[in-house]
Protein backbone atom coordinates (compact mmCIF):
# COMPACT_ATOMS: atom_id res chain seq x y z
CA UNK A 1 0.00 0.00 0.00
CA UNK A 2 3.00 2.39 0.78
CA UNK A 3 4.12 1.90 -2.46
CA UNK A 4 1.54 2.64 -4.30
CA UNK A 5 1.00 5.60 -2.61
CA UNK A 6 4.51 6.84 -3.39
CA UNK A 7 4.56 5.80 -6.78
CA UNK A 8 0.77 7.91 -6.93
CA UNK A 9 2.76 11.01 -5.25
CA UNK A 10 5.65 10.57 -7.76
CA UNK A 11 3.39 10.47 -10.76
CA UNK A 12 1.51 13.55 -9.28
CA UNK A 13 4.28 15.58 -8.79
CA UNK A 14 5.96 14.78 -11.79
CA UNK A 15 2.46 15.72 -13.81
CA UNK A 16 2.47 19.33 -11.42
CA UNK A 17 6.64 19.87 -12.60
CA UNK A 18 5.64 19.17 -16.11
CA UNK A 19 2.12 21.83 -16.23
CA UNK A 20 3.79 24.59 -13.94
CA UNK A 21 7.09 24.60 -15.35
CA UNK A 22 8.40 22.64 -18.51
CA UNK A 23 5.14 23.22 -20.49
CA UNK A 24 4.97 27.01 -19.70
CA UNK A 25 9.07 27.08 -20.56
CA UNK A 26 8.41 25.54 -23.79
CA UNK A 27 5.72 27.41 -25.09
CA UNK A 28 8.37 30.64 -24.07
CA UNK A 29 11.11 29.29 -25.84
CA UNK A 30 9.09 28.92 -29.12
CA UNK A 31 7.96 31.77 -29.50
CA UNK A 32 11.15 33.76 -28.68
CA UNK A 33 13.65 31.34 -31.08
CA UNK A 34 11.34 30.00 -33.61
CA UNK A 35 12.90 32.34 -36.03
CA UNK A 36 16.45 31.57 -35.76
CA UNK A 37 15.45 27.79 -35.85
CA UNK A 38 14.26 28.25 -39.57
CA UNK A 39 16.46 31.07 -40.13
CA UNK A 40 19.51 28.38 -39.59
CA UNK A 41 17.79 26.00 -41.30
CA UNK A 42 17.44 27.70 -44.37
CA UNK A 43 20.80 28.81 -44.39
CA UNK A 44 21.99 25.54 -44.72
CA UNK A 45 19.25 23.97 -47.19
CA UNK A 46 20.24 22.89 -50.80
CA UNK A 47 20.14 26.02 -53.11
CA UNK A 48 17.55 23.79 -55.92
CA UNK A 49 15.58 23.38 -52.80
CA UNK A 50 15.46 26.57 -51.08
CA UNK A 51 12.32 27.42 -52.57
CA UNK A 52 10.44 24.53 -50.85
CA UNK A 53 12.35 24.19 -47.67
CA UNK A 54 11.29 27.94 -47.28
CA UNK A 55 7.54 27.54 -47.69
CA UNK A 56 7.80 24.29 -45.22
CA UNK A 57 9.25 26.63 -42.63
CA UNK A 58 6.51 29.43 -43.26
CA UNK A 59 4.10 27.10 -43.05
CA UNK A 60 5.22 24.84 -39.61
CA UNK A 61 5.55 28.33 -38.20
CA UNK A 62 2.06 29.46 -39.28
CA UNK A 63 0.55 26.50 -37.48
CA UNK A 64 2.64 26.27 -34.94
CA UNK A 65 2.15 29.72 -34.07
CA UNK A 66 -2.03 29.07 -34.12
CA UNK A 67 -1.65 25.79 -32.26
CA UNK A 68 -0.03 27.30 -29.75
CA UNK A 69 -1.79 30.49 -29.71
CA UNK A 70 -5.32 28.20 -29.46
CA UNK A 71 -3.95 26.30 -26.36
CA UNK A 72 -3.16 29.33 -24.28
CA UNK A 73 -5.83 31.10 -25.36
CA UNK A 74 -7.64 27.97 -23.76
CA UNK A 75 -5.99 27.52 -21.10
CA UNK A 76 -6.27 31.29 -19.85
CA UNK A 77 -10.11 30.56 -20.45
CA UNK A 78 -10.30 27.97 -18.29
CA UNK A 79 -8.48 29.25 -15.80
CA UNK A 80 -10.69 32.04 -15.51
CA UNK A 81 -13.71 30.07 -15.82
CA UNK A 82 -12.20 28.26 -12.58
CA UNK A 83 -10.58 31.31 -10.68
CA UNK A 84 -14.46 32.94 -10.89
CA UNK A 85 -15.94 29.47 -9.24
CA UNK A 86 -13.41 28.99 -6.90
CA UNK A 87 -14.08 32.58 -6.06
CA UNK A 88 -17.85 32.06 -5.66
CA UNK A 89 -17.40 28.79 -3.92
CA UNK A 90 -15.27 30.82 -1.16
CA UNK A 91 -11.48 28.77 -1.69
CA UNK A 92 -9.00 29.75 -0.23
CA UNK A 93 -6.19 30.61 -2.62
CA UNK A 94 -8.87 30.82 -5.38
CA UNK A 95 -6.44 32.85 -7.86
CA UNK A 96 -3.73 30.53 -7.35
CA UNK A 97 -5.75 27.49 -7.71
CA UNK A 98 -7.46 28.70 -10.69
CA UNK A 99 -4.44 29.88 -12.42
CA UNK A 100 -3.12 26.28 -12.03
CA UNK A 101 -6.31 25.15 -13.33
CA UNK A 102 -5.61 26.49 -16.18
CA UNK A 103 -2.00 25.59 -16.56
CA UNK A 104 -2.67 21.77 -16.19
CA UNK A 105 -5.62 21.73 -18.49
CA UNK A 106 -2.94 22.11 -21.77
CA UNK A 107 -1.96 18.25 -20.51
CA UNK A 108 -5.01 16.42 -22.23
CA UNK A 109 -6.97 13.72 -20.71
CA UNK A 110 -4.72 14.02 -17.56
CA UNK A 111 -4.46 17.75 -16.93
CA UNK A 112 -7.98 18.74 -16.12
CA UNK A 113 -8.02 16.14 -13.56
CA UNK A 114 -5.20 16.96 -11.55
CA UNK A 115 -6.00 20.35 -11.44
CA UNK A 116 -9.45 19.67 -10.09
CA UNK A 117 -7.23 17.70 -7.09
CA UNK A 118 -5.75 20.88 -5.13
CA UNK A 119 -9.12 22.85 -4.85
CA UNK A 120 -11.39 19.91 -4.14
CA UNK A 121 -9.16 19.25 -1.33
CA UNK A 122 -8.54 22.56 -0.04
CA UNK A 123 -12.50 23.03 -0.37
CA UNK A 124 -12.98 19.78 1.60
CA UNK A 125 -11.50 21.21 4.43
CA UNK A 126 -13.79 24.26 4.50
CA UNK A 127 -17.02 22.11 4.34
CA UNK A 128 -17.88 19.64 1.78
CA UNK A 129 -19.96 21.85 0.39
CA UNK A 130 -17.19 23.88 -0.55
CA UNK A 131 -15.98 21.00 -2.22
CA UNK A 132 -18.77 20.08 -4.08
CA UNK A 133 -19.01 23.50 -5.58
CA UNK A 134 -15.20 23.21 -6.60
CA UNK A 135 -16.39 20.35 -8.60
CA UNK A 136 -19.15 21.73 -9.79
CA UNK A 137 -16.75 24.74 -11.55
CA UNK A 138 -14.32 22.28 -12.56
CA UNK A 139 -16.54 20.37 -14.43
CA UNK A 140 -18.66 23.31 -16.00
CA UNK A 141 -14.99 24.84 -17.43
CA UNK A 142 -14.72 21.13 -19.09
CA UNK A 143 -18.21 20.92 -20.59
CA UNK A 144 -17.32 24.44 -22.27
CA UNK A 145 -14.10 23.29 -23.36
CA UNK A 146 -14.83 20.02 -24.85
CA UNK A 147 -18.85 21.09 -26.20
CA UNK A 148 -16.98 24.59 -27.58
CA UNK A 149 -13.56 25.54 -27.21
CA UNK A 150 -11.65 22.32 -28.87
CA UNK A 151 -14.06 21.65 -31.48
CA UNK A 152 -14.43 25.36 -32.69
CA UNK A 153 -11.22 26.98 -31.59
CA UNK A 154 -8.38 24.32 -31.48
CA UNK A 155 -9.84 21.76 -34.58
CA UNK A 156 -10.06 25.04 -36.65
CA UNK A 157 -6.61 25.60 -36.27
CA UNK A 158 -5.32 22.05 -36.65
CA UNK A 159 -6.82 20.28 -39.80
CA UNK A 160 -7.12 16.58 -38.25
CA UNK A 161 -9.24 13.99 -37.90
CA UNK A 162 -10.71 14.34 -33.83
CA UNK A 163 -10.12 10.12 -33.94
CA UNK A 164 -7.14 10.56 -35.26
CA UNK A 165 -5.92 13.46 -32.25
CA UNK A 166 -6.92 11.31 -29.93
CA UNK A 167 -4.59 8.12 -31.19
CA UNK A 168 -1.70 10.34 -31.30
CA UNK A 169 -2.39 11.51 -28.27
CA UNK A 170 -2.78 8.36 -26.68
CA UNK A 171 0.58 6.85 -28.52
CA UNK A 172 2.92 10.03 -27.26
CA UNK A 173 1.54 9.87 -23.91
CA UNK A 174 3.18 5.77 -23.89
CA UNK A 175 6.13 7.22 -25.45
CA UNK A 176 7.00 10.50 -23.97
CA UNK A 177 4.53 10.99 -21.02
CA UNK A 178 2.72 14.33 -20.33
CA UNK A 179 5.08 16.43 -22.54
CA UNK A 180 4.28 13.61 -25.36
CA UNK A 181 0.40 14.17 -25.09
CA UNK A 182 1.21 17.93 -25.90
CA UNK A 183 3.73 17.56 -28.20
CA UNK A 184 1.44 14.95 -30.27
CA UNK A 185 -0.43 17.57 -32.49
CA UNK A 186 2.58 19.78 -33.02
CA UNK A 187 4.62 17.24 -34.21
CA UNK A 188 2.25 15.77 -36.46
CA UNK A 189 1.73 19.37 -37.62
CA UNK A 190 5.23 19.60 -38.71
CA UNK A 191 5.56 15.55 -39.79
CA UNK A 192 2.53 16.67 -42.25
CA UNK A 193 4.21 19.30 -43.98
CA UNK A 194 7.04 18.39 -44.55
CA UNK A 195 5.76 15.15 -46.21
CA UNK A 196 3.11 17.28 -48.39
CA UNK A 197 6.20 19.95 -49.04
CA UNK A 198 9.01 16.76 -50.10
CA UNK A 199 6.34 15.39 -52.46
CA UNK A 200 5.51 18.44 -54.19
CA UNK A 201 9.51 18.62 -54.52
CA UNK A 202 10.04 15.13 -56.24
CA UNK A 203 6.93 15.67 -58.53
CA UNK A 204 9.25 19.07 -59.19
CA UNK A 205 12.24 16.93 -59.61
CA UNK A 206 10.45 14.41 -61.56
CA UNK A 207 8.82 17.07 -63.86
CA UNK A 208 11.75 18.38 -64.90
CA UNK A 209 13.49 14.91 -65.99
Same mark, same amino acid.
Given at each position: ?????? /???????????????????????? *???????????????????????? #? $? !????? #???? /????????????????????????????????????? *???????????????????????????? $???????????? !????????????? %??????????????????? !?????????????????? =?? =?? %??? #? %???????? /?
Amino acid at each position: MFSGIA /DLVSKVSYYFFTGILIIPLMFGVY *FKHHNKIGNYIQHYAPPEHADGIV #R $A !LKSIG #RELE /DFFSAKMLESAIIGLICCIGFYLAGIDGWLFLGILAG *FLNIIPYIGPLLGAIPPVIVGYIASPMT $ALLAVITVIIAQ !LIDNLYLIPFMIS %EKVNINPLLSVVLTLAASK !LLGPLGMVLAIPIYIVYK =II =IK %ESY #R %ELVNIYYE /D
